[in-house]
T-cell receptor, first 111, second 114 residues
Framework: RKEVEQDPGPFNVPEGATVAFNCTYSNSASQSFFWYRQDCRKEPKLLMSVYSSGNEDGRFTAQLNRASQYISLLIRDSKLSDSATYLCVVAKYSSASKIIFGSGTRLSIRP | EAQVTQNPRYLITVTGKKLTVTCSQNMNHEYMSWYRQDPGLGLRQIYYSMNVEVTDKGDVPEGYKVSRKEKRNFPLILESPSPNQTSLYFC?????????????FGPGTRLTVL
């Protein structure tokens, strides 16, 4: 079983739709959680960190459920520019040396 | 401009021919790391460095070497490349290497080993 699992998609949704991704992790001692965005064959870039209380950044909302060991990303009012692969990232310990990347969920927004 | 640079961006080589992929960052970051990205497997860490002269193995270090003689540079060395090292490679850096740091990635190096 992978340490961080994501539905690979692709999710194909119309512009303006709301879309949600989940990501599960296996290590209950995991400490830090992130969503990164990766455009086609480009480098990943931090989208947002995920906090225990949940957090929002504009149209994006991230949630953490430690009991069930999953994190989620909700995108409201999706734009064409949101088309990308979204990587779930989990840090197992306090050091960045044990950061685990999920294999990503591909999102395609259609006009 | 704050950035992580990698060279070359694209490389086609043959089995056994030693190669080096350079990585440089201008943000004075202490932590640097190398990842490879393969379809369906996500990014997997090859090596990382917490500071100058301090390096350690990641999850998939076999067939790779690194060095950290200067803070800004972290080259990845393939002494004898094999076809299973064909992949997309990313270098990344962060301020101190804590789990909450943002990772800044280079643009990637697409390597093909024939």
């Amino acid at each position: 079983r992978k340490e961080v699992e994501q539905d690979p998609g692709p999710f194909n949704v119309p512009e303006g739709a709301t879309v949600a991704f989940n990501c599960t992790y296996s290590n209950s001692a995991s400490q830090s959680f992130f969503w990164y965005r990766q455009d086609c064959r480009k480098e990943p870039k931090l989208l947002m960190s995920v906090y225990s209380s949940g957090n929002e950044d504009g149209r994006f909302t991230a949630q953490l459920n430690r009991a069930s060991q999953y994190i989620s990303l909700l995108i409201r009012d999706s734009k064409l520019s949101d088309s990308a692969t979204y990587l779930c990232v989990v840090a197992k310990y306090s050091s960045a040396s044990k950061i685990i990347f999920g294999s990503g969920t591909r999102l395609s927004i259609r006009p | 401009e704050a950035q992580v640079t990698q060279n070359p961006r694209y490389l086609i080589t043959v089995t056994g021919k030693k190669l080096t992929v350079t990585c440089s960052q201008n943000m004075n970051h202490e932590y640097m790391s190398w990842y490879r990205q393969d379809p369906g497997l996500g990014l997997r860490q090859i090596y990382y460095s917490m500071n100058v002269e301090v390096t350690d193995k990641g999850d998939v270090p076999e067939g790779y070497k690194v060095s950290r003689k200067e803070k800004r540079n972290f080259p990845l060395i393939l002494e004898s490349p094999s076809p299973n090292q064909t992949s997309l490679y990313f270098c990344a850096s962060s301020v101190q290497g804590t789990s909450t740091d943002t990772q800044y990635f280079g643009p990637g190096t697409r390597l093909t080993v024939l």
